[in-house]
T-cell receptor
Framework: QKEVEQNSGPLSVPEGAIASLNCTYSDRGSQSFFWYRQYSGKSPELIMS????GDKEDGRFTAQLNKASQYVSLLIRDSQPSDSATYLCAVNMGVSDSWGKFQFGAGTQVVVTP | ETGVTQTPRHLVMGMTNKKSLKCEQHLGHNAMYWYKQSAKKPLELMFV???????ENNSVPSRFSPECPNSSHLFLHLHTLQPEDSALYLC?????????????FGEGSRLTVL
């Protein structure tokens, strides 16, 4: 069973602190990795993508990928109340026989407290 | 018109009704998807279309019938649904390339089956 696992939370983070979200995946052939943010009652929106090992920074967000350990993480620096949402980890095999097969985790709920 | 639009946003139907969900993407993408999102569960991939050809049917019951007349439009025809089919149905599109592929979601159609 190919799976993407995330802690469901809620992860409570004081305003201004760093939120750290983790995601593990079971399929070693996975090639591309994404973090989506989903506000309550809204659809998911892409906030980060990462394709190679290491760190990728975009503003207050940093994605980290370790393919050997099969995990991908997301750091949110200087957390703001507007960051309160559910964060979905998504994994795409990206090879010909698994084209288009994005697998999602159940999401981690983040609550930023003033 | 921008992005991915879905109609209707909310739908209530009885178990014997027949209804359809519509999705339209204005991004010039070549792939379209239907996902089901139930509370506290990962997004479930239902169908994938690439250049109008169905490339994935993720063991979806036959009471859900997709239709993709062109690369910009996607329908989900519903008939004799069950109460457990109540969920948020999300349409997405992507421009698929090897090892990449970012999903862009519509706002979703909230379905309630009575």
């Amino acid at each position: 069973q190919k799976e993407v696992e995330q802690n469901s939370g809620p992860l409570s983070v004081p305003e201004g602190a760093i939120a750290s979200l983790n995601c593990t995946y079971s399929d070693r052939g996975s090639q591309s990795f994404f973090w989506y943010r989903q506000y309550s009652g809204k659809s998911p929106e892409l906030i980060m993508s990462i394709y190679s090992n290491g760190d990728k920074e975009d503003g207050r967000f940093t994605a980290q990928l370790n393919k050997a350990s099969q995990y991908v993480s997301l750091l949110i620096r200087d957390s703001q109340p507007s960051d309160s949402a559910t964060y979905l980890c998504a994994v795409n095999m990206g090879v010909s026989d698994s084209w288009g097969k994005f697998q999602f985790g159940a999401g981690t709920q983040v609550v930023v407290t003033p | 018109e921008t992005g991915v639009t879905q109609t209707p946003r909310h739908l209530v139907m009885g178990m014997t009704n027949k209804k359809s969900l519509k999705c339209e993407q204005h991004l010039g993408h070549n792939a379209m998807y239907w996902y089901k999102q139930s509370a506290k569960k990962p997004l479930e991939l239902m169908f994938v279309y690439n250049f109008k050809e169905q490339t994935e049917n993720n063991s979806v019951p036959s009471r859900f019938s997709p239709e993709c007349p062109n690369s910009s439009h996607l329908f989900l025809h519903l008939h004799t649904l069950q109460p457990e089919d109540s969920a948020l149905y999300l349409c997405a599109s992507s421009q698929e390339r090897l090892n990449t592929g970012e999903l862009f979601f519509g706002e979703g159609s909230r379905l309630t089956v009575l």
